[in-house]
């Protein structure tokens, strides 16, 4: 009995499958990634197909970019069968690709998964092809252990039998007992044996191994900085997506990902830097506006032929009193901006022919004017409008939405693709603008195209426009005016070229 306990200890108890060191929290947190995420599992799944310890080098792989200072575990201190794990996972901990990844994934949840999906799926592909030898090796050691185990398990459940049973069999049991030891000692001496040659041979795959671990690395880094300019763009901090599940936010990485919504995030960084200008220039402006014509002593806003007077001797003196009484002609300024203003409405066009470049441009327009209705704490509407038959798609979000980021995402992904009414969105800004207890709110309305609008409709319309004091500016993308839209609004832009100073033409609302 005693023997069989020697032996199991001598395998288990001071040695670790874990090449970073991670506690039970480490364990269960990654533990719920991977119940939480179909990428994960998917994964595991594979990489479990070439190595049969990679569901371990996965824990290590994210507790390496996740935790905030990672401990690497001495080879001595792993099971013969995971020192392949470790050597990859240091190699990988060498890399300046992982340094410079670990500032994007360190305590961050959703770069930390991302990332341990692309390393992971990078190495499972390696380990059956370039590194199928060593990984082949581990797995030849791992079931090596799994023998050993199972014969020290037999051995001491036939002690267990002999202990309890007739006298008759006892002496059966415990030959039995003494030959799964016997086996289990035969086994064991292998394993120093096995782990030579397989340490030769990692050590002549070296260079594979180090190749493999910086290319998964590489992609990794890439994918993590695409993804942080990507969040950049869309104006996401911490604070957007902390408190979404993860398989929320990594549903929302992988949208945002996308061909389509990658080139919109480019073009809605400069559009929101440009529309944020564009707010702060309006404000200086207002401030500065002329009112009227007041006495005082302010240098700055004196009238030109009062400054004209220090030219004069005697008419100095008289300036200098009448400066230190402020009592010198001046301009008064006053500041223009409205308070309690109404709702922003952006309509886009998701007619066919808004596919490709104008259907980007047109939603990074309409997201760029959300970040406007956040400055001016208004409520925001986008509507997507497309022929009679087809519904609309109204997305309404209020100031301080906790929900406003998702949202976003959506108004960026849906496209209908079908035809062009103009009567149904316009009804539709109507009815979102009656329930607002402000009035003076903007409706940007974008399209390519041309549609019908009824005198009827044209007369409740500008009747509604009156009472409630909005405005609309219609921005058609190579299209001319026509006596449709001048019946509706207010300003026309007429964009010829869907470039960022055509944009900025909308954005002092």
Request: net charge negative; hydrophobic share 35%.
């Amino acid at each position: 009995m005693s023997e069989v306990t020697s032996l199991l200890n001598s395998l288990k108890p001071e040695l670790h499958i874990h090449a970073i060191a991670s506690d039970r929290m480490d364990m269960l947190t990654f533990k719920d990634l991977k119940n939480k995420s179909s990428n994960l599992q998917e994964v595991e799944t594979d990489g479990e197909q070439a190595l049969k310890t990679f569901s371990p080098l996965m824990q290590d792989i994210w507790s390496g970019l996740y935790k905030y200072t990672p401990e690497l575990r001495a080879p001595e201190e792993m099971t013969p069968s995971h020192a392949l794990n470790r050597e990859l996972v240091e190699r990988m901990t060498q890399t300046q690709q992982y340094k410079e990844l670990r500032l994007h994934t360190r305590l961050d949840d959703l770069h930390s998964a991302m990332a341990t999906v692309t390393m992971s799926s990078n190495l499972a592909e390696k380990l059956k092809t370039e590194l199928k030898g060593q990984a082949d090796n581990a797995n030849k050691m791992k079931d090596l252990e799994e023998s050993i185990s199972s014969e020290s398990a037999k051995a001491m459940a036939y002690r267990d039998m002999a202990l309890q049973c007739k006298e008759n069999e006892r002496a059966g049991l415990e030959e039995k007992a003494a030959a799964s030891e016997k086996q289990a000692q035969s086994l064991k001496k292998q394993i120093p044996i096995m782990a030579h040659l397989i340490r030769k041979s990692r050590e002549a795959a070296a260079n594979k191994m180090r190749c493999a671990v910086r290319n998964a690395a590489d992609e990794a880094l890439e994918q993590a900085d695409e993804l942080s300019n990507t969040m950049d763009g869309w104006g996401i901090g911490q604070g957007n997506v902390r408190n979404l599940p993860i398989e929320d936010k990594i549903g929302l990485a992988k949208l945002l990902q996308t061909e389509k919504l990658k080139k919109m995030a480019q073009l809605l960084g400069r559009l929101r830097r440009l529309a944020i200008h564009k707010q702060k220039t309006k404000l200086i402006q207002a401030r500065d506006e002329i009112h009227s014509v007041g006495r005082g002593d302010d240098i700055s806003r004196l009238l030109p032929q009062e400054l004209g007077l220090l030219r004069h001797p005697l008419a100095k003196k008289d300036f200098q009193k009448r400066f230190l009484e402020h009592d010198l002609a001046q301009y008064d300024l006053k500041g223009t901006e409205r308070t309690g203003k109404g709702p922003i409405i952006v309509c886009v066009d998701n007619s066919g022919s808004m596919e490709g470049d104008r259907e980007i441009w047109s939603k990074a327009v309409a997201l760029a004017l959300l970040e406007i209705a956040t400055m001016q704490k208004r409520h925001y509407a986008c509507i997507h409008f497309g022929s009679t038959v087809e519904a609309l798609e109204i997305t309404e979000i209020a100031p301080n939405d906790p929900d406003t980021f998702r949202k976003a995402v959506g108004i960026a992904s849906y496209f209908l693709g079908g035809g062009t009414d103009f009567e149904k969105p316009l009804s539709a800004s109507c009815e979102l603008i009656k329930k607002s207890q402000y009035n003076k709110a903007d409706i940007v309305f974008i399209t390519d195209g041309a549609a019908i609008i009824s005198p009827e409709f044209e007369k409740e319309f500008n009747s509604i426009k009156k009472q409630k004091e909005f405005r609309v500016t219609t921005v058609l993308i190579n299209a001319s005016q026509d006596e449709n839209t001048e019946k509706f609004s207010d300003e026309i832009v007429e964009v010829s070229e869907l470039i960022d100073a055509e944009a900025g033409q909308v954005f002092g609302i």
